[in-house]
């Protein structure tokens, strides 16, 4: 991990010149009423401005005002901020000395939202702090391995497993769909489509059709045993490039979205328009079915996170938290769980009950633009610019594995429906296939 160092770091090797810091310090005395934003002290001489990232920028959505020793504790790693909770959390080291009552103490806030700490970069700061004592179990497991390499001779922007786990299908910049065996990597049949380039690919729950959404309006569906191209699904408006698409796990809808800030929805059997979802703020970059099939999660530019009703066609919920643009959603198998992830490489996990955001995993491995739970819902993957995966473990939100190897950006991950294995494409124009315990 990058940065990882920076709380052992001296302060001067970290903080941006003295001038600059004393801006930064008189901006935070206002913004806090001139009190440390953990102990509410008031002493003008011992308040000091201290970065959340220590390579950052020197503005207040990065720093926060302490009193001089909580500002070093800080800077060393000894004390964190939850940013879900927003709640003081204290290394075991400090658990016999006085600073031992700030635990679970709830960080003061400046009343202008501007000037409040980045939820992004208090999230971070606490992720290194973990990691300062990792578990016997992240040390001792067995990294995923690389089983093969499929070379895809294009871009590649999507992928999937077929449901009996035997094809792994890739859409691409050059607008191919190709259909491998991905167990011996031999390629079985390629799929001219009308989309241009295919950003994002879907299998039917039976495993005999698959469709694709792309850069042209509309979505293609094909048959997977001969690719025998079955419908072509548009409507009367022109709604543009399409970025996701999926069907619903009873098979009777194709949901589509991009663009145009509305969900389209078709038949699955004869391709008629079956209505659209409307309310998001500009374009649609994902969405998801739950597993039950009657709930529809969706996420863009917009930065809200939306649930919707299949059978009534409503809006069930919105769900803030994100500081940027939404880039993939994903449900847990069990459907107990959601996540969401932004260009700002955060993901937040949503536990399904009562849509409470339960944990907040920050990355310095760039925007993730990729999620996927693996089918026994231990892990979550998620792909990144920085050629980077990474696997979460669900349970506590720990960093399990950073898988490299990609050349360029990651840009999508899927895991086989059985068995643990877990794909990944690249820009490289490479499909990498890991194995995990």
């Known amino acids: 991990m990058q940065h990882r160092s920076s709380f052992n770091e001296p302060i001067e090797s970290s903080a941006p010149a003295s001038s600059g810091l004393e801006h930064l310090r008189q901006q935070l005395l206002i913004a806090y009423d001139g009190a440390?934003?953990?102990?509410?002290?008031?002493?003008?001489?011992?308040?000091?401005?201290?970065?959340?990232?220590?390579?950052?920028?020197?503005?207040?959505?990065?720093?926060?005002?302490?009193?001089?020793?909580?500002?070093?504790?800080?800077?060393?790693?000894?004390?964190?901020?939850?940013?879900?909770?927003?709640?003081?959390?204290?290394?075991?080291?400090?658990?016999?000395?006085?600073?031992?009552?700030?635990?679970?103490?709830?960080?003061?806030?400046?009343?202008?939202?501007?000037?409040?700490?980045?939820?992004?970069?208090?999230?971070?700061?606490?992720?290194?702090?973990?990691?300062?004592?990792?578990?016997?179990?992240?040390?001792?497991?067995?990294?995923?391995?690389?089983?093969?390499?499929?070379?895809?001779?294009?871009?590649?922007?999507?992928?999937?497993?077929?449901?009996?786990?035997?094809?792994?299908?890739?859409?691409?910049?050059?607008?191919?769909?190709?259909?491998?065996?991905?167990?011996?990597?031999?390629?079985?049949?390629?799929?001219?489509?009308?989309?241009?380039?295919?950003?994002?690919?879907?299998?039917?729950?039976?495993?005999?059709?698959?469709?694709?959404?792309?850069?042209?309006?509309?979505?293609?569906?094909?048959?997977?045993a001969d690719g025998e191209p079955l419908l072509y699904l548009r409507n009367d408006q022109r709604h543009g490039a399409l970025f996701s698409v999926a069907f619903q796990p009873n098979g009777d809808l194709i949901a589509a979205t991009g663009w145009a800030p509305v969900i389209w929805l078709w038949n699955a059997t004869d391709g008629s328009v079956s209505g659209g979802l409307s309310g998001h703020e500009g374009f649609i970059n994902s969405l998801a079915f739950h597993p039950g099939g009657d709930l529809l999660l969706s996420g863009g530019q917009d930065r809200i996170v939306r649930l919707w009703r299949i059978p009534d066609r409503s809006l069930v919920r919105e769900m803030h938290g994100h500081d940027d643009e939404i880039l993939s959603v994903a449900f847990s198998a069990d459907g107990e769980l959601a996540a969401s992830a932004s260009a700002d490489g955060v993901i937040i996990v949503w536990q399904v009950a009562h849509w409470q955001p339960v944990q907040m995993l920050p990355s310095y491995a760039g925007a993730c633009s990729s999620l996927a739970f693996s089918p026994d819902n231990r892990y979550l993957a998620s792909a990144h610019d920085g050629r980077t995966v990474l696997m979460w473990q669900v349970s506590n939100g720990e960093l399990r594995w950073e898988l490299r190897g990609h050349g360029e950006r990651v840009t999508c991950v899927a895991f086989a429906p059985r068995g643990n294995v877990l794909a990944s494409g690249s820009f490289d124009a490479v499909v990498r296939i890991w194995a995990y315990k």
């Open 36 to 224: 440390c934003a953990i102990s509410g002290c008031q002493v003008d001489a011992v308040l000091r401005p201290v970065l959340i990232d220590p390579n950052g920028p020197a503005e207040p959505y990065n720093a926060l005002l302490l009193r001089a020793d909580l500002q070093q504790l800080f800077q060393s790693g000894l004390l964190t901020i939850d940013a879900m909770t927003l709640k003081v959390l204290v290394a075991p080291a400090l658990q016999n000395s006085e600073y031992r009552a700030l635990a679970g103490k709830r960080l003061r806030q400046p009343k202008r939202l501007p000037l409040r700490p980045s939820r992004h970069m208090l999230a971070a700061h606490h992720r290194l702090f973990q990691l300062e004592r990792p578990s016997l179990d992240s040390c001792t497991a067995r990294p995923p391995s690389l089983q093969r390499l499929l070379a895809v001779q294009s871009w590649v922007k999507t992928l999937a497993f077929s449901p009996d786990q035997q094809t792994l299908a890739t859409g691409s910049l050059d607008g191919k769909l190709r259909l491998w065996r991905w167990s011996d990597g031999q390629l079985q049949r390629v799929l001219s489509s009308r989309i241009d380039e295919i950003n994002a690919v879907a299998f039917s729950p039976d495993g005999q059709r698959i469709a694709a959404a792309g850069r042209q309006d509309g979505v293609q569906v094909w048959r997977v």
